[in-house]
């Protein structure tokens, strides 16, 4: 279950409820490039296994709300292995214009249908790199590897990740207490992301989890893997914003 991956005591600060919902949804939608219409050879990418959100309310009015995609990549004897495109994608995608449909002209059902993400966050996609248990797995930016990427489209090997100590890289347990407590800090901000609020609702709407016009999909493909969403709703107590 996507649950098991989180970690079963979170502290909250201030002082609030958790509560957390999650989904697993058999079809994940393949982002296609536009500009550049290819990268290392490759057209499409799936913008993440797991969609993680945080949603912060005091007195019932929301006042933080953020996103990030995780990339989960699984151990093996030459370490976790980084497909070139998926890498660039996530470093890079700033610069790259994206989108879902067959063709630029089909149905978006109301939403642009070109994507170009601006947010300043660089925890909009992340790697989730699984070991036997959360406190050795380990959660961070694609610029964290970026070092390992010798090779000019080639999949690289990321090893003796000895980073911990430094920005953009955390033990997965880590990482989940950040990005509930560190606000603004670790994944887009939806608040002041229109564009990237608005990619969120599609996949909340492919979840049920919000609803969907008629032919909004229409056009769309996917990947053969799916993806999870879990999210955190907190209730604080009253008490200055950290």
Known sequence: MITSTIPRSIQIFPRGTLSIKAKFVHQSPLAKFHHPNAICNKTQVELGDILFVVKRKRSGQLFDHRSCFSQVKLSSPQGWMITPHQFKFMSGFRDIQFYFSKTVGALAGGHP???????????????????????????????????????????????????????????FDEFVYYFLNGSGRIGANLKTGIEEKSLIELFYKMANWAIDPPHEFEGYEYGERGFGIVEFTILQEQGPER
Do not use: M
């Open 113 to 171: 249908n070109l994507w170009r993400l601006k947010t300043n966050s660089d925890w909009f996609q992340s790697f989730l790199l699984l070991q036997s248990s959360n406190q050795n797995s380990i959660s961070c930016t694609p610029e964290r590897i970026s070092n390992y990427y010798a090779q000019h489209c080639k999949p690289f090997h990321v090893t003796a990740l000895n980073l911990r100590k430094r920005g953009g890289i955390f033990n």
